[in-house]
């Protein structure tokens, strides 16, 4: 079952959204940095200018006092850019999060692809039923179109992305596969090659990992859980680390 529902009413492409709530984003936090510029002396502010130069063009972005590693300099005894940094990370990121789940419901996904925001970062759990048949790991067509919009909305993410294949805990063992392994592997490597291939993702974002069926998320015991364990997971990793008050 391809677990595709049918719709015959096309939305607006609103992936223009993205760089435009980035911009007001940037314009926020740079007013916000600007003011507390006034409450450093000029050799701070230098610093700050320089270092906010390195986030605007996507580098590192930590602060770093006379060039030394470590030194994170503080400004107004709380405000830093590593702070900042992460603020516009989080803000991304649930845009995009709010973006994607958007999509999927009106496609007709939501009880497949699940979209959380925590700590790791953005993560998004697509159950095996759509994305490919029973114990196979090439990519169904009709879901291809669901696929390109996920990498559309995270391929301008300056971030890492992990792709890891998961299974139930059946042993698989034939022609292609000698494990649930093997499977799992197939399985994270082909979603990765379509988003690097198709949708142009650039390929040193990207790592795999296959965890078979060790690293269940559900019960394995039933057969609602073994389902639900099938899946690949795209993972797009922080850079900053959040606010857990931050992450939904």
Known sequence: MRGKKQHHEEHV????????????????????????MSKVDNQK??????????????????????????DTLKIDDAITLNEASGVIEQDKMLRVKNMLEEDIKKDGYTDKVKVDLNGEGLDITIQDTVLFNSGQADILNGFTPVLTKISNMIKDLDNEIKISGHTDNVPI????????WDLSYMRASNVMNFMVDKCHIAQDKFSIQAYGEFKAKYNNSTADGRSKNRSVDILIVRRYASNPKNAN
Do not use: C
């Not at 007001?24 to 916000?32: D, P, Q, V």
């Not at 063992?173 to 649930?180: A, D, G, I, P, V």
């Open 13 to 36: 492409d609103e992936t223009w959204l993205l760089p435009y709530s980035d911009m007001m984003t940037l314009l926020l936090a740079l007013f916000i940095v600007m003011f507390a």
């Open 45 to 70: 502010a230098k610093q700050l200018s320089h270092q906010f130069d390195i986030i605007f063009s996507g580098g590192a972005g930590a602060l770093q006092s006379n060039g030394s590693s470590g």
């Open 173 to 180: 063992k034939n022609e292609k596969f000698r494990s649930n």
